[in-house]
Structure formats: C-alpha cells, structure tokens
C-alpha cells in the first residue's frame, strides 16, 4: 500500500482537475484504505472526508462506509465502528 499512495493521490487530483468526480471519489477512496492498512489514520480519515465531499457513485459507498469503519476501530471507536460495520 506504501508505494501506492502518491499514485492514488496523482490519480484523485487529476481526475478532480479534470471534473470526474465519480472516478476522483474511487481514487480516493483506495487512498483512505491504502492509508488504513499502514494505520494511518489520520491521513485515511482525511482522504475518506475527501471521497465523500466528491460525492461518490452509490456503488462505491460502501466501500466507504466500510473504511469508516475501519478507521474507528483503529481509533479504538469500538462503538462506533461496530454500528458502522453492521449497518
């Protein structure tokens, strides 16, 4: 995921320049879980807030909702993250 994330960063910010919203949403969406999986949470929660401001297809949503939930459970939200994960 390391060598990942300054390529899912170039491909979110070219395809928001570029006004495809719905793809910079999917880039940054495996940003934030690229930025989980190194628990990097800070960052991953900052590039989920991103995919949500670029309104993201129904279809990748879920895999939002999902890194939300992973998100909090790394910030030890267990409450949270458990709501999350069964909703």
Do not use: H, M
Not at 2 to 9: H, L, Q
Not at 20 to 48: I, M, Y
């Amino acid at each position: 995921p390391e060598k990942a994330i300054p390529y899912y960063r170039q491909a979110r910010d070219l395809s928001r320049q570029l006004g495809v919203l719905p793809d910079a949403a999917r880039w940054a969406s495996n940003l934030t879980a690229a930025l989980a999986a190194l628990e990097d949470w800070a960052g991953a929660e900052e590039a989920l807030q991103s995919a949500l401001a670029l309104k993201p297809e129904p279809r990748s949503r879920v895999f939002l909702e999902l890194n939300a939930a992973a998100i909090a459970l790394g910030r030890g939200r267990s409450a949270e993250a458990r709501k999350q994960y069964e909703a």
